[in-house]
């Protein structure tokens, strides 16, 4: 069950929560991933509790009187309903509790009274007390069995002592093995409401509290607090975690920040302060090596992409109204200007555990905090300058989004370290639009080796109708467009870019293609069609006489992807495929945008070679982008299905049958590959990439495409999929059945799909499919 429907079970038919009279209740710690409170106090204190362990379950209350008086009889007569494992289970009730027998009585439900726990019991109920059956009472839980626990942990705590309460309270040792613990915390009672919902769990602390924890540590309170913030970061990928976070905003105060990056989970030893990393340690070596330019050593040498990754994670903590960050981001500003930004090239690559790493990572995060960051240093002069326009260029792009956040070409490209100013009519000030500069998203943070800087786009929020935004790295210039926006055709002017050449088929013109707009001199070029933008180094299309033959075969490609998803012709968003200099994973990899290394160019742009060579990756990566959740089945079918798009795309628009289009399938290839596999026993750890992809060729080549385009078009129609890759295999193969009308049951089968016995016997009613290409290897019954 869901914890708001086990919720919904509990509190059925309470009016209230009536904590009123002699006994005082003590608050419960909730530490487990199963529990969940089912009431919590005004003064956000939880008073009763649930979990589960195991195969069992457990409800906790904070004082035993709650299991003896006639008040909780709903309460409890849920309680019990909930923790038995089937509706006649035998429910022990401890000999403390004979008015708890005697209400459970009444309501029907069958109980046996002042046994201790037996093997026959479906759930027991006892107090806090007692911990002589601690063992034999987590085992009965773990086993499938059910608890019902009540005490109050505050009187032992001012017998023995509030610091020994969680470990040492008879009670905790057995609610702590789900996650719930006795505190020697007295509860004010009362009357209480019941939430209409799940109440919070306390320990989640609002950040609009902030300034009270700052109070309450500043007069000598204690806290411990702990969270991740990896997910939050993953949901917010235009925010900085170490501002941004909600608990960040505690505990920034403090001189410590949760960043948004997650660790390999290991054993990690304990180590002496001064071994240990720390932040200002590892600068104060930093800046005091790079002052005597001196050569790095231990521990400092060990410290550099630690110290790396904190330092632009630390200068994106505002700091404009804190003396001690500000005085800081003035030395790492002092340091770039004494250093200059390292040169990183393909022909001149930098060690991610180096000096020179980790002040390209300062140059870039610096350069977001500064006004104007062509005065924050200079560049090696390696490289041609490109003088920003001084002129006033307007521009138009499309408002209206049907698809997800895109990004909206402007043909403009922003100098290194030069600073645009965009004007943006009023409408479009509160839309939620944002400008970007440069394409090139990949994050190269966790790179061994760097041929450019780790980060060089640079995003704002529009929130003013004269933008200025700058970028260290230059890059063309976007506007990123929310998903359902509706504004239309937006006006944009531009002041201190330049242009950059771009050629959208159907509207750009040959002729000023061939006289002036291939020749801008910015040095990335854009090459658009309705469904498709290519971002390829400006000199690699330069002498395109005409990209339109170019650019109508990508159409066709796109059309053929779109007709195989069973997808409308024109894409909701344009798919886009940018090239780099180095990428942050493969030789291409998919997304929006889908990146490639920049070999990958000729491939992309060159109608000859992708008429008689191939498009292989490009498609292979545009096939990820069209894989669907409910007929995929990770991680078998991860690297197999998309090459679908692949071999369709060869042979109906490129006219290359899939046996050339990838040497993986020569006939040869695959007839070993399907040999191998059966003689390892057809086992799904063994099932995937091109073996996966054989399978789907297979059914391919025995009824056509037509019939994956038909299933495609219904999964997008089906509201309901199971999660697991069981259920979705079989959902899978008793579609493609039906839509063919034949039994594929066999054929799934012999390739060790796990086809339920009830899939099977439906099936069996469908004809034979006699060409079946596993046929000759399944077993003839005798």
């Known amino acids: 069950m869901k914890p708001s429907a086990i919720y919904e079970c509990l509190v059925g038919g309470i009016g209230q929560w009536d904590f009123t009279g002699d006994f005082v209740p003590c608050e419960l710690l909730l530490t487990g991933e199963a529990a969940f409170p089912v009431l919590v106090s ?8 649930v979990s589960q362990f195991g195969k069992g379950r457990i409800v906790v209350v904070s004082h035993e009187e709650i299991l ?5 009889s709903q309460f409890l007569q849920n309680a019990v309903d909930w923790l038995r494992p089937s509706p006649g289970a035998l429910v022990g009730v401890h000999r403390n509790f004979d008015s708890l027998s005697e209400l459970l009585l009444g309501a029907g439900i069958k109980v046996q ?22 063992k034999a009472l987590v085992q009965f839980v773990k086993g499938g069995g059910g608890l019902l626990i009540g005490g109050q942990a505050w009187h032992w705590a001012s017998q023995h002592g509030v610091d020994r309460v969680l470990f040492e309270f008879p009670g905790n040792r057995v609610t702590s093995m789900a996650g719930v613990y006795f505190t020697g915390n007295a509860v004010e009672t009362g009357v209480f409401k019941v939430s209409k919902k799940i109440p919070e769990i306390p320990l989640t602390v609002s950040d609009q509290e902030a300034d009270k924890i700052h109070t309450f ?10 969270g991740q913030a990896w997910y939050w970061a993953s949901q917010h990928q235009d925010r900085a975690a170490v501002a941004e976070y909600p608990g960040n905003k505690i505990l920034n105060h403090f001189g410590i920040s949760i960043l948004g990056m997650n660790i390999k989970a290991d054993k990690y030893p304990a180590q002496l302060p001064m071994e240990h990393y720390h932040f200002r340690h590892a600068l104060s070596l930093f800046q005091r090596h790079v002052d005597k330019e001196e050569p790095f050593q231990p521990p400092l040498t060990s410290w550099l992409q630690r110290l790396r990754q904190d330092c632009s994670a630390f200068l994106r903590i505002p700091a404009e109204d804190c003396p001690t960050y500000n005085s800081l981001h003035l030395i790492l500003i002092k340091v770039l200007r004494r250093t200059g930004i390292p040169r990183v090239s393909k022909q001149c690559p930098v060690k991610s555990n180096s000096k020179e790493a980790v002040l ?9 905090n500064t006004a104007d960051c062509a005065a924050l240093v200079q560049k090696p002069g390696d490289g041609v300058c490109l003088p920003p326009s001084t002129s006033r260029i307007t521009v138009e792009i499309a408002g209206t989004n049907a698809g997800g956040t895109a990004w909206r070409s402007t043909g403009l490209y922003l100098p290194d370290g030069s ?4 004007t943006l009519p009023c409408t479009a000030i509160s839309a939620g639009l944002q400008v970007q500069i440069g394409c090139h998203s990949d994050d190269l943070t966790n790179a061994k080796e760097l041929m450019r800087a780790p980060v060089v786009i640079r995003k704002c929020q529009v929130n003013c109708q004269n933008q200025s935004v700058s970028c260290l790295w230059g890059g063309l210039i976007y506007i990123v467009v929310p ?29 000023q293609w061939q006289t002036n707009i291939r020749h801008y001199p910015a040095p990335w070029a854009e090459l658009a069609t309705e469904n498709l933008i290519l971002t390829v180094p400006a000199d690699n299309i330069r002498h395109v006489e005409n990209p339109e033959p170019l650019l109508t075969l990508w159409d066709q490609i796109t059309w053929a992807i779109a007709t195989l998803a069973a997808a409308p012709a024109k894409f909701p968003r344009p798919e886009r495929i940018v090239t780099d200099v180095q990428i942050s994973a493969g030789w291409m990899h998919a997304g929006y945008p889908i990146m490639g290394h920049l070999d990958s160019v000729k491939e992309m742009v060159n109608v000859e070679h992708m008429r008689t060579t191939g498009l292989w990756g490009p498609i292979h990566e545009l096939g990820h982008n069209q894989q669907r959740a409910g007929w995929e089945f990770p991680p078998h079918t991860t690297e197999a299905t998309c090459n679908l798009w692949s071999v369709y795309v060869h042979e109906k628009v490129l006219g290359i049958p899939r046996n050339k289009a990838h040497e993986a399938l020569r006939p040869a290839c695959r007839k070993e590959r399907i040999k191998g596999y059966l003689e390892e026993g057809a086992q799904l750890k063994d099932w995937s990439v091109w073996t996966a992809l054989e399978t789907y060729l297979q059914l391919q080549e025995g009824f056509g495409w037509e019939p994956f385009i038909a299933l495609f078009s219904e999964y997008q129609k089906i509201l309901t999929i199971p999660k697991d890759n069981p259920s979705k295999m079989n959902m899978w193969a008793q579609k493609f059945s039906l839509q063919v009308n034949k039994n594929l049951a066999p054929f799934f089968m012999a390739w060790g799909w796990p086809i ?3 899939v099977s016997s439906e099936l069996a009613t469908l004809p034979v499919w006699e060409e079946n290409p596993m046929k000759k290897y399944i077993p003839v019954k005798i």
């Open 68 to 72: 003896k008086n006639s008040r909780f």
């Open 42 to 49: 005004p003064q956000k204190q939880v008073l009763i509790a």
């Open 360 to 368: 390209l990572s300062l140059a870039t995060e610096l350069s977001q």
């Open 483 to 511: 998903g359902g926006s509706q504004l239309g055709k937006v006006p944009i002017a531009v002041e201190g870019a330049i242009k950059a050449p771009f050629f959208r088929l159907g509207e750009t013109c040959k002729r």
């Open 419 to 422: 600073t645009a100013v965009i």
């Open 756 to 758: 339920k016995n009830e």
């Open 217 to 226: 540590v500043a007069e000598g309170g204690g806290l411990l607090i702990g």
């Open 113 to 134: 009274l002042g046994v201790g726990l037996i093997a026959s019991s479906g759930v027991y109920c006892i107090d806090a007390y007692d911990d002589t059956q601690a």
